[in-house]
């Protein structure tokens, strides 16, 4: 219903170079826009980024959640020739020394840019609580509410770009966000990929009908806001502005994944469905300065017939991960951009009496690439049947104080709770150095 | 050490007072040029120029003390008491206006419409406060709106997760069944705590069934929410800083050291034959025991009960035993399983699944151990030492040695006086959007009562009038305490723990949807938001509804993530929420600027379609959209505006439009955000 949009490539460009960023479109929406008094300079100027930080090592992250805990031995971990070993066969990777099961052979390929941990191990064997520890860091308690990294990361680096949000959350339906930061440093959450501009788009009225919506809003809301001046009317206030400078951003062009024809290719090297989508959508946004992106794949919670199921996710996963390495790498994006893939735990090297494996968090894996991280490396390893980290053990906080260490930010910082408790960015956990290049 | 602490804590703060200062000042520097814009005046205001409200307060000849504050009962005298001694004045008395939409938000969760606020206003009679609040405590609405606080509170789930209970609607059923009946708040919190059986005979079992077989949640939110007390920290460790020691945790665990949650057999096989999904090859295999279903149901209940409490007397056969996981029910299970083809066997594994009751029973025998260190499973099982019941609020009750320990823990609980203090306390910050102890569950020695002889006062008046949540609701509201305009005075601008001006309180993710509807005069729920199966059912299951009107409270919860009510802050309903989150965010903003659920409200509005088609003067347009979405008459200068503005219209689709517009601004405008 809403105005039709321009498509192609008469969209501006991506970079930002001042004139020649100016599509039809956006001096349209610069003209829009000088009803509230931003003119074209300052929209050139929104755009520009901040420049790299001499501590960091790294600018974004991207998460990839791959929820319900996957089987570790049946991903990053095989375990060839193991009486739990399962029934995908090992296939050499582009990194020497590291193999990879059958079905991610675009991840093999990629494999030399990228590093694993084995050796990860925590306690917490129920999801919610396991996915709160490892968004968070802490184990959940009935009394605080603690930030996910997303959040913390947002808070200590600050915006890049300050026309859109810091931190954008795609799919899923558990997101953990900003706890006792508030919500100023909570995801923006995107839950369908295919109306990912739902709320930017005007509602079916052109911009002269919201410029007088607008007007008429200011006049409603003058006696109110004169007379209370909470800091909590404050606020509301400016959500408001940012969400309107948001609506007519030009980097808001990273959430039009569906209007960029540029991206077709892309798309369907990732994979045509959601969470290849997703996976586009997150490698763009980190192209315009987003700091932290979550992209959500589900269904490895496999209690039954799990070799199918897992086969069945990987084939959304290698794909969308695989090119996500490359592509990144490509543009020169992989040197200052993590991509940490994990879920919430691993999964018993037991095969149950349904052909699945159950929760498991003693011993499992998480995938890590760029923003500093050494190239074609293994940390830590398991036991010869995945039952427990063999050396170099790896906890959820040390996970978090490597992250931490390679953005430049001192995790042993505290924050302040509303109730006065202060709580530390990184609870307990020591940078993994090894891991750094 | 104590000192290094200090100086760290002052250093972080320090540091992010800079730290806001750095992004305030880049922000007014890339958007100075939108600081005309009211969205924006507010950022800017702190040093804005006269206030024009503590000039007017100032020139009053009482402006020297407190001003305005009839005694209306009690509570203005404790709350008087404390304004005198620290030489702050109130604000004065809220305008009708101002009262009624604060007291349906309040009491009902919702604005009151256009008919109800011009009735309110026309009405001359002196006590008409009073009146109204005895309306709304005994309407409709009461239940639906307290249920939402007691669903935050005891983590009520409609989801179908039949792992977790809460039997798709039932637990909200039962809450807004005890709320409307104005159950007494003791006998409440006993029919929770001694529930038995499944969710089909006594739906208060779900405050068990919520958490499976674990009842170290149950233990959290018992001392949480019945006590006031944060007793979490004590399940691993002695608590850090405050009293209690981990033996006090473990105490109250002991107490449901015979209770037992598990499968109701005959219930679940009386689902499973209703369920479409299930294979005819596996109907006919099961209809055996269909049929032994049916039997039992039809045998006295109370006797299959104590069979399945002594330890499975009855237990023994078919697919019962299955679901119970014993032995011979087991066998009967795979049998079954072992005729189908493994597609149809994983099928019908998901349909009993999916079907599954559980129950709550209490065994006659069995004794609580202290979990022991240490992950391994047999270690879990072995546990430690035995734990005998204690009741860490008054270690001098004993439990008695016959008797169910449930019953027992119960009667501590509704005797104990901060039992009283607690609840009142609670209904105290509802209304008065804070706790006369803050947080509202964190009653300990250091984080003393504001008003000490108000909470004892409430708490008096609770037990001495049965536990009666109304009455104590009718006394605060009822006070000038809480009749106070919002507005502050030059003089009271910073007080926060006094009561001298209203607290504003933002609206919560369901009083906004609600009072969208109120306010555009629709019908039917709000565009894009979930319906269904449970939804359905939970709202079959209440009656009798106002016809057509799907409220907040008739939908299912936690809302999905990216929903109108999400966005707004409703809780995932995971931990207990004592507090609402009532901070702002860009997804707020930009569903209320674009989401499909405002502008199709909008769109579709009676209220938008009646005054288009009418012949009213532009200025009665404009009093009929402000009584409608903000519950007052517009001022002269925003009736003129507003006239104005609809003067300018060309044809009649243009003065549709303008009215639309009218009325999505005064949705969007900060006033209709906050309870004032």
Known sequence: MSKPMPTGTSRGTIDCDGKSGLSRRNLFKAGAFSFLGLSVADLMRATVLAGPNDVARCDSVILVWLSGGPSHIDTWDPKPGQPTGGPFKPIDTSATGIQLPEHMPTIARNMKHCALIRSMTSKEGSHERATYEMHTGFKPLGSISHPSMGSLIVQQKGKRNEEIPAYVAIGGNQAVGAGFLGSQFAPYYIGDINNATRNLDLPGIDDERFKRRVDILKAVDKEFSSQNRDPEVKEYGTFYRDAVKLMYARSREAFDINRDDRELPYIKNYGDNSFGRSMVMARRLVEKGVRFVEVNLGGWDTHQNAFTAIENNLQRLDPALGNLIEDLHARGLLKRTMVICTGEFGRTPKINAQDGRDHYPKCFSTFIAGGGIKEGYVHGCSDAGGTEPKDNPVTIGDLHATMCEALGIDGTKENMTPQGRPIRIVDKGTPVKALLA | MPCRTLLKQKRTLADSTKGTEIMIRSQLRLFAPLLGLVLLAAALSVVASIDYSSLRAAAEPAATGVRNFPIKNPIDKFILQRLQEDKIETSGLCSDEEFLRRAYLDVCGVIPSRAQTK?????????????????????????????????????????????????????????????RRNLPYDQF??????????????????????????????????????????????????????????????????????????????ATLLRVEQAKRLPEEARKLLEPHFKEAHEMAAKEKEKLK??????????????????AGMGKGRDAMREIEKSLTPQMAQQVRQVFQQNQVRQVLDKPLGEYKMPSEGDSQDKKKKGGDIVQPTFPWDLSKKVPATGSRRVALAEFLVTNRQFAQVQVNRLWAQLMGRGIVDPVDDFRAKNPPTHPELLDYLADEFVKNKFDNHHILRLILNSSAYQRSSVPTMNNRSDTTNYSHQKLRRLTAEQMFDSILVATGREKGLAGTPTGDIAGRIKERVAPRDAGVQWASDLPTPARTGTFLNTFNQPTREETIVKRDDSGSIPQALEMLNGQAINNAVKNSPLVKELADSKLHPNQIACELYLSVLSRNPSNTEMSTAATILNRAADAKEKREIIEDLMWAMLNAREFAFVK
């Open chain 2, 189 to 266: 919190v006993k029919e929770l705590l001694t529930s038995t059986g499944s969710s089909d005979d006594n739906a208060a079992v779900n405050f068990f069934l919520r958490d499976s077989e674990s009842r170290v949640e149950t233990v959290n939110t018992i001392a949480n929410i019945f006590m006031g007390t944060r007793l979490s920290c004590a399940q691993c460790h002695d608590h850090p800083f405050d009293k209690w020691q981990q033996t006090d945790f473990h105490g109250m665990m002991a107490f449901f050291g015979r209770t037992v949650v598990g499968p109701d057999p005959v």
């Open chain 2, 306 to 323: 104590s069979e399945l409490a002594s330890g499975g007397g009855g237990m023994g056969m078919g697919m019962m035993g299955a679901m």
């Open chain 2, 119 to 179: 009735e309110f206003l026309a009405d001359r009679s002196s006590d008409k406060r009073a009146k109204l609040i005895d309306k709304l405590l005994k309407s409709e609405r009461y239940a639906d709106h307290w249920a939402v606080l007691w669903g935050d509170l005891l983590r009520e789930h409609t989801n179908s997760r039949p792992q977790e209970g809460t039997e798709r609607g039932s637990y909200r059923e039962w809450l807004q069944s005890a709320l």
